[in-house]
T-cell receptor, first 116, second 115 residues
Framework: AQKITQTQPGMFVQEKEAVTLDCTYDTSDPSYGLFWYKQPSSGEMIFLIYQGSYDQQNATEGRYSLNFQKARKSANLVISASQLGDSAMYFCAMRERSQAGTALIFGKGTTLSVSS | NAGVTQTPKFRVLKTGQSMTLLCAQDMNHEYMYWYRQDPGMGLRLIHYSVGEGTTAKGEVPDGYNVSRLKKQNFLLGLESAAPSQTSVYFC??????????????FGQGTRLTVV
């Protein structure tokens, strides 16, 4: 079974609009971390935001916020006031304990296209 | 500050050839990872290491071997390359994740084509 599920292969939004990228995860461990990364067309991986499983408040970083719904095992990324430069692939990832330390597992990604 | 450096950036191999991808990090990170990225599949973990001299299998380890002889280096080997191993390979590193809050820093990727 997939550990991280991103159900939206592609999303389209206009500049200045808000957009939500979906992410659900599967783990039985009470301790885990959730991450979002951005990959522009140039290929580099850029860390955006982190949410810990014990965090009471939703994480925010500038225009990025993470809508964390623990009971639903959901960690959606919200981008407010989209910009053309937000066009990229976005990956949700989870760090959980494994046989050797912890492993960082990624979803399949969502391609976001922002138009003017 | 170099961060995570992957060598080479591009490579074309013939089926059956072997090669080693090198990942070097200068951040004194304990954890290092190798991923492959294929269209529609996201990043899939191949192998990872939680410290010098240790390695562990990830989601898709078959056909690959790794070694972590020095803390700063993590090598990914393909003993007998197959066309199915055509992919973009990413290396990443992070601090120990005792509290899970440790982002991974990525290299620029290696584009490997097996013909």
């Amino acid at each position: 079974a997939q550990k991280i599920t991103q159900t939206q292969p592609g999303m389209f939004v206009q500049e200045k609009e808000a957009v939500t990228l979906d992410c659900t995860y599967d783990t039985s461990d009470p301790s885990y971390g959730l991450f979002w990364y951005k990959q522009p067309s140039s290929g580099e991986m850029i860390f955006l935001i982190y949410q810990g499983s014990y965090d009471q408040q939703n994480a925010t970083e500038g225009r990025y916020s993470l809508n964390f719904q623990k009971a639903r095992k959901s960690a959606n990324l919200v981008i407010s006031a989209s910009q053309l430069g937000d066009s990229a692939m976005y990956f949700c990832a989870m760090r959980e304990r494994s046989q050797a330390g912890t492993a960082l597992i990624f979803g399949k990604g969502t391609t976001l296209s922002v138009s003017s | 500050n170099a961060g995570v450096t992957q060598t080479p950036k591009f490579r074309v191999l013939k089926t059956g050839q072997s090669m080693t991808l090198l990942c070097a990090q200068d951040m004194n990170h304990e954890y290092m990872y190798w991923y492959r990225q294929d269209p529609g599949m996201g990043l899939r973990l191949i192998h990872y290491s939680v410290g010098e001299g240790t390695t562990a299998k990830g989601e898709v380890p078959d056909g690959y071997n790794v070694s972590r002889l020095k803390k700063q280096n993590f090598l990914l080997g393909l003993e007998s390359a197959a066309p199915s191993q055509t992919s973009v390979y990413f290396c990443a590193s992070s601090y120990p994740a005792g509290d899970m809050n440790t982002e991974a820093f990525f290299g620029q990727g290696t584009r490997l084509t097996v013909v």
